[in-house]
Structure formats: structure tokens, C-alpha cells
């Protein structure tokens, strides 16, 4: 079977096409063959150290969508020939892997394993963020860092549909378009632009209910600046680098806000969760309240060259990687 591996770490360059045996499910485990595999940016903070795997060497990727080969003792809730997607631990760069049942669920059939794939930890991502972190209503006004990202399409777009008013921030013209066509009432190029000077402008002075920033260091302090009074900042990725210490103080000056970094996989603790949370997305997908942009195709042997892609800025949606 082929795999991805990743012996040292460091640059695309490090993902290794190779052969594995990943040998059969355990109890509590499935066996999956892999349709479609999710491409993230913790693929790359994991290949490059900045998150540390269980160890070296290790096959990255968390996202996939497949058929289930083999169950382990104790499976009851799946069985060999059945649809799955998952949002998971490690290896999903894989024509095949294990996965802890926990984290799977069945794919409904009008969703592809393509989509399955591009949708699992994003969406679900987008789910915790609008509906656990911050639950946005009607009437809310809200901040989208990186609106024309795989998570940011999802997120604007659901926003939208909750009945906020979806300011979002990108990075070029095209990138502009893509998210005015998802869900966004107002797009910043900030590279053109002050995003702070623009959101008070937009909001009359007053800013923003929630900001979701999964961008980092670049846009953090600013991100504070775009807070109405009692203002959640919600910080959930560090694409341009993490967020550096601050003092806690500063919350207290810019308007008594509250700062908060969840993770996906603290939301999918229990298997309960993971099917509610699934449930929820795959409602909104079904219903074609959120459509799932997949901008790229691309073999899983080329998975270097999908990581050149991404960290150059140079993808927007999802890119899913085929074994």
C-alpha cells in the first residue's frame, strides 16, 4: 500500500510516496480505503515541527473519505462496504488507514467522497466556531480573516445563512470575488487596505461582534481593534505564524474582551459529539445552505506540490488529494 511519510522535518520536500503496512484494525479501530484526503494547513505545521507528531517517521493528514474495509472487536456501528468520512488523528495521506471509530461517521449518499473529504475538518471547524465558540444569531456582525480559505468559504457562507452581516478579509481581487459569491456584505483586501479602518467604517464605529482569525501573528493585535465593547476574539490557526505573548491587560483596555483558542479535536472528544457536530454540517450541505468549493484535484504521489501550493498562498476552497 502507498503512503506519504515524512522522516525528518522540514519542507515540502519531505513528503516522502512510499510502501507501508498499517496491518489490521484493533479494537475500537476500522480499517478505511480512502477515496479522497483532506488538505489543511495542520498538515503543514505538522510537517514542519511547529506540532509535534507522536513521532518520526509518521504520515500527516487528519481528513479523508472512503469505504470501510475491516472492523476491529468491539465495532458495531460499522461494517465493510460502508461510506465513511472523518475528521481524525494522523495518516490520512494514505490509500488506506486505521481510524478510531470514535471519530468516524457514515456519509450520507448525496454527498460524494470528494466533498466528504474537502468538508470534514474544515466544516466541522466552521461548526464549533459559529454554533460552540461563539454562537452567531441573527443580528450579529462579524470578521472572517482569510474569508476565501477552505475554512473561511464555509464559515461566510454558514454566517450568512445564521443571518449575520459577514465582513470578511482576503488578499487579492480574485480572492475578493470568491468571497463576496460566499456569503460575504463586505470584503477588505488587506493588502490594500487597513482592515482595522475599514471594519469601524463599515460598523459605524462600533466593530465587531466575533472576530475568527485563523491567519495569526499577522493580523493580531488588529484583530482586537475590530471589537465592539465585550468582543470575543477567537483565534483558531497561525498561517502567517503564531500569535506572540501578550499581556492579558490588553483584553481589559481594548473593551473588557474575551480571547479564546479551541481546538477541533477538544470538540470531538466523545463520539456523541463528532455525529452531532457531522449532523449539523452534513444539514446545511444537503439543504445547499453551504456549498463546499473544491478548487484543486491532485494525486496524492504530487502531495509536495499541493503543501508548495498552499503555504504560497496560491489556493483558495479545498484541495483534495486522490490515492
Known amino acids: ?154 464559515l461566510t457562507q454558514w454566517a450568512k445563512h445564521l443571518g449575520a452581516t459577514v465582513i470578511g478579509t482576503v488578499g487579492s481581487p480574485d480572492k475578493a470575488e470568491l468571497a463576496r459569491h460566499n456569503g460575504c456584505d463586505h470584503v477588505i483586501d488587506y493588502r490594500r487596505e487597513d482592515f482595522v479602518a475599514r471594519v469601524k467604517e463599515i460598523t459605524g464605529g462600533e466593530g465587531c461582534h466575533v472576530v475568527y482569525d485563523g491567519v495569526g501573528k499577522a493580523t493580531f493585535p488588529g484583530s482586537l481593534d475590530c471589537l465592539r465593547r465585550f468582543g470575543y476574539f477567537v483565534s483558531f490557526g497561525s498561517a502567517s505564524g503564531p500569535v506572540e505573548a501578550f499581556d492579558i491587560l490588553l483584553l481589559a483596555q481594548k473593551g473588557s474582551l474575551f480571547a479564546t483558542r479551541p481546538t477541533l479535536f477538544t470538540h470531538l472528544a466523545t463520539h456523541e459529539d463528532v455525529v452531532e457536530m457531522s449532523n449539523d454540517l452534513f444539514h446545511v450541505v444537503e439543504s445547499g445552505v453551504v456549498k463546499i468549493p473544491i478548487h484543486a484535484r491532485m494525486p496524492l504521489a504530487e502531495a509536495a506540490e499541493a503543501h508548495r501550493r498552499l503555504e504560497a498562498r496560491q489556493t483558495t476552497g479545498s484541495t483534495v488529494l486522490l490515492p
Not at 4 to 27: A, F, T
Not at 45 to 67: D, H, I, Q, S, V
Not at 105 to 118: K, N, Q
Request: charged share 20%; no cysteine; glycine share 14%.
Open 1 to 154: 500500500m502507498k503512503a506519504i511519510r515524512i522522516h525528518r522535518h522540514g519542507g515540502p520536500e519531505v513528503l516522502v510516496y512510499e510502501d507501508v503496512d498499517i496491518g489490521q484494525p484493533g479494537p475500537g479501530e476500522v480499517r478505511v480505503r480512502n477515496m479522497a484526503v483532506g488538505l489543511n494547513l495542520i498538515d503543514v505545521y505538522f510537517r514542519t515541527g511547529a506540532y509535534k507528531p507522536p513521532g518520526l517517521p509518521f504520515t500527516p493528514g487528519n481528513e479523508g473519505a472512503g469505504e470501510v474495509v475491516a472492523v476491529g472487536e468491539g465495532v458495531g456501528d460499522f461494517a465493510p462496504g460502508d461510506r465513511v468520512a472523518y475528521a481524525a488523528t494522523l495518516g490520512s495521506y494514505a490509500e488506506e488507514r486505521i481510524v478510531p471509530a470514535q471519530f468516524l461517521v457514515h456519509l450520507p449518499g448525496a454527498i460524494d467522497f470528494e466533498t466528504g473529504a474537502a468538508m470534514m475538518l474544515k466544516g466541522l471547524t466552521a461548526q464549533y466556531l459559529l454554533r460552540r465558540t461563539f454562537r452567531v444569531e441573527a443580528g450579529h456582525t462579524i470578521l472572517v480573516h482569510a474569508a476565501a480559505g477552505g475554512v473561511g468559504l464555509i
